[in-house]
């Protein structure tokens, strides 16, 4: 006789939702994908372009989308076509220089983008402080933010309040360290239901395990009554999965298999770990990562 196993999961209450440009984040009442009741809302999938300087990309996007890197506004229609639920623009100056020229490129971009819009800073402190704001005032519309850090979270709160957008909060990999930024923005007047958070994450291997866990802890807490910590997760999971020598290097033996295969999977991988572990925007670099995971969650 077959014997089967149920198991049964109560927690106290949901993930919290957001609605952002009629989309659904989050509202998870579990981990699991349950077909009788549906308890964990889906991930939504934001396809990240540099756009500022499209040739730092990875080679995989470069395959894809090269032909377009000199007209930016090609590049970005063509990047919607992909199945991204939300368009990421990765502003990656150099230095506080070209501040300006961003916001100027974003100006002549805003017409184009139809689908809900991300916006990205360098993930340089000392730059986003200055470069996130900016590009804020010059949005119409809401948008995600990312992101806010330890270091920069006093110049970007108040203006991400002001235009009313979604604030993505990065910590690095510590569940304290994230409470109390939740806390000091949520101080400044930042709703709790306007926060993405983000736990930062390494690429393969350990790092890849350890964020993994920090992410099941957050949810975790988050269902059993942590009002802190019940929001929607985000994962960049590209961005540490493609600086790997795995997913960056053509220099290694044959037993690595196909390079360009083997870098797609690497970031198609990570991201439907990080899905497992609970999150609910997934971040890619390649559209047919999102082809793929869509496949996957059904």
Do not use: W
């Given at each position: 006789?077959?014997?089967?196993?149920?198991?049964?999961?109560?927690?106290?209450?949901?993930?919290?939702?957001?609605?952002?440009?009629?989309?659904?984040?989050?509202?998870?009442?579990?981990?699991?994908?349950?077909?009788?009741?549906?308890?964990?809302?889906?991930?939504?999938?934001?396809?990240?372009?540099?756009?500022?300087?499209?040739?730092?990309?990875?080679?995989?996007?470069?395959?894809?989308?090269?032909?377009?890197?000199?007209?930016?506004?090609?590049?970005?229609?063509?990047?919607?076509?992909?199945?991204?639920?939300?368009?990421?623009?990765?502003?990656?100056?150099?230095?506080?220089?070209?501040?300006?020229?961003?916001?100027?490129?974003?100006?002549?971009?805003?017409?184009?983008?139809?689908?809900?819009?991300?916006?990205?800073?360098?993930?340089?402190?000392?730059?986003?402080?200055?470069?996130?704001?900016?590009?804020?005032?010059?949005?119409?519309?809401?948008?995600?933010?990312?992101?806010?850090?330890?270091?920069?979270?006093?110049?970007?709160?108040?203006?991400?309040?002001?235009?009313?957008?979604?604030?993505?909060?990065?910590?690095?990999?510590?569940?304290?360290?994230?409470?109390?930024?939740?806390?000091?923005?949520?101080?400044?007047?930042?709703?709790?239901?306007?926060?993405?958070?983000?736990?930062?994450?390494?690429?393969?291997?350990?790092?890849?395990?350890?964020?993994?866990?920090?992410?099941?802890?957050?949810?975790?807490?988050?269902?059993?009554?942590?009002?802190?910590?019940?929001?929607?997760?985000?994962?960049?999971?590209?961005?540490?999965?493609?600086?790997?020598?795995?997913?960056?290097?053509?220099?290694?033996?044959?037993?690595?298999?196909?390079?360009?295969?083997?870098?797609?999977?690497?970031?198609?991988?990570?991201?439907?770990?990080?899905?497992?572990?609970?999150?609910?925007?997934?971040?890619?670099?390649?559209?047919?990562s999102i082809h793929i995971l869509k496949g996957l969650v059904g």
């Amino acid at each position: 006789m077959k014997e089967t196993c149920t198991c049964s999961f109560e927690f106290k209450q949901n993930i919290r939702e957001i609605n952002f440009s009629g989309l659904k984040i989050g509202g998870d009442k579990s981990f699991f994908f349950l077909k009788e009741n549906g308890n964990k809302s889906k991930p939504v999938f934001v396809l990240e372009l540099n756009i500022f300087k499209p040739e730092k990309s990875s080679h995989i996007v470069k395959d894809v989308y090269s032909q377009f890197f000199d007209n930016k506004i090609e590049f970005v229609k063509q990047a919607q076509n992909s199945d991204c639920d939300i368009l990421g623009l990765k502003f990656n100056i150099e230095n506080i220089g070209q501040v300006n020229e961003a916001c100027l490129l974003l100006k002549d971009l805003l017409p184009h983008i139809r689908k809900p819009l991300m916006i990205r800073g360098v993930n340089i402190s000392d730059l986003d402080k200055i470069l996130i704001p900016e590009l804020m005032k010059t949005l119409d519309r809401e948008c995600i933010i990312a992101f806010a850090n330890e270091y920069t979270y006093k110049e970007i709160t108040p203006l991400a309040i002001k235009g009313n957008h979604i604030l993505v909060i990065r910590t690095p990999i510590d569940v304290n360290k994230l409470k109390e930024m939740n806390l000091l923005t949520s101080k400044m007047g930042l709703d709790l239901n306007k926060i993405l958070i983000d736990t930062d994450m390494g690429g393969l291997g350990y790092g890849l395990e350890y964020g993994y866990s920090i992410m099941e802890r957050v949810k975790i807490a988050g269902f059993n009554g942590n009002e802190i910590l019940n929001m929607p997760m985000i994962a960049f999971s590209s961005e540490e999965s493609l600086k790997t020598k795995e997913a960056s290097s053509e220099n290694l033996n044959g037993s690595f298999g196909d390079f360009k295969t083997r870098t797609k999977m690497i970031e198609v991988v990570t991201a439907s770990s990080v899905i497992s572990a609970g999150v609910n925007v997934v971040v890619l670099n390649h559209p047919e990562s999102i082809h793929i995971l869509k496949g996957l969650v059904g």
